[in-house]
């Protein structure tokens, strides 16, 4: 039986659209030991049995954890044996998705409000493999946080087998026109909670998500929880995660170039086995190397222009 303790201090925060195979090569280069997570994937999707490539890993990948959007917990403890036997490190139970196409499914966040069935998910899915099964959720499925509703999540699931929470440290609102994005600039961001739930449950592994940028940020709450997830920032400035290794982990990294990223990306890209994909998908995640740095939009245009040609 998985147990959901799995703590590890950085995570890439899993992004539909963005933590692909390609990206997470590029971070792979950067760095060997921060936690990489997939894009979301729903059940159907994996249980209808033709997601062969997205799900496929390269050695180089690991840790690195599949994160399902589901609510049946049947279809889920399918789904997480089929990452478990695709090397999968983790399992992690989307709670948190505020999407139209999740709010119709019923997945995500809208799972908030029945805690009894996300109890069941996890303990379906802690039954069905031996690797830990993890969760991300928000603060609240609404615009209030009721701290007291949270808690009691917490509990369900954790007695269901989830060791570890990110919690995206803001709440949501579900309503027409609220779409991620718009619930991810207008609603503030209570690290505080956050904090207080890392407090309550210091057996637990709490990681911390939402509006993280920098170094200084991450080791503030460092000092108040187990972990921290960055997503937005490590797309547009993925070469931030350089010193990381060596910073939080006492290993050393390749410590590569920013140029020798580059060429050792272009290299695996330009790989056989992945000339069916378009080279926009596959160029997208290099785009913000030179992030910050002088000329750096110049480079990206003559990086398009000699791929494309
Ligand atoms: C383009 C995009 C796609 C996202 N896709 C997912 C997803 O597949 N699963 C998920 O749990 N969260 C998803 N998120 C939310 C992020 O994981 C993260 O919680 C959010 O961006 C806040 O973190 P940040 O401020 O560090 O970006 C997505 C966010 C973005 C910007």
Not at 57 to 63: A, F
Not at 138 to 156: E, G, N, P, Q
Not at 211 to 228: F, K, M, P, R
Request: overall charge positive.
């Amino acid at each position: 039986m998985g147990s959901g303790m799995s703590c590890n201090i950085i995570s890439i925060a899993p992004m539909l659209g963005m933590t692909n195979q390609f990206f997470r090569y590029l971070m792979r280069l950067i760095s060997q030991q921060v936690l990489l997570y997939t894009e979301m994937v729903t059940t159907p999707a994996i249980l209808r049995g033709d997601m062969r490539d997205e799900l496929s890993l390269l050695t180089c990948e690991h840790p690195v954890v599949l994160q399902l959007a589901g609510n049946d917990p049947k279809h889920l403890a399918q789904s997480a044996r089929i990452g478990a036997e695709y090397g999968y490190d983790e399992i992690n139970f989307n709670v948190g998705c505020p999407s139209h196409r999740m709010q119709v499914a019923d997945f995500g966040v809208c799972l908030m409000r029945t805690p009894e069935t996300v109890a069941d998910c996890v303990n379906a899915m802690c039954e069905a493999v031996n690797i830990p099964v993890t969760a991300k959720i928000r603060l609240s499925d609404t615009d209030k946080i009721d701290m007291v509703a949270l808690y009691r999540l917490i509990k369900l699931m954790s007695c269901a087998g989830c060791q570890t929470f990110v919690i995206h440290a803001r709440g949501t609102i579900l309503k027409k026109g609220w779409t991620p994005k718009a619930n991810r600039s207008r609603l503030p961001l209570a690290y505080e909670k956050v904090y207080q739930l890392q407090q309550s449950f210091p057996q637990l592994g709490i990681v911390l998500n939402g509006g993280i940028t920098d170094l200084s940020q991450i080791n503030e709450h460092l000092q108040h929880t187990a972990g921290v997830m960055l997503g937005r920032a490590a797309y547009k400035n993925p070469y931030m995660f350089k010193d990381f290794d060596s910073l939080f982990y006492q290993k050393k990294s390749n410590m590569y170039s920013r140029e020798t990223v580059k060429s050792l990306y272009l290299d695996h890209i330009h790989q056989h086995q992945y000339r069916h994909v378009p080279m926009m998908i596959k160029l997208k995640p290099l785009l913000h190397i030179y992030h910050g740095e002088p000329h750096a939009s110049t480079w990206c245009q003559q990086l398009i222009a000699a791929e494309m040609r």
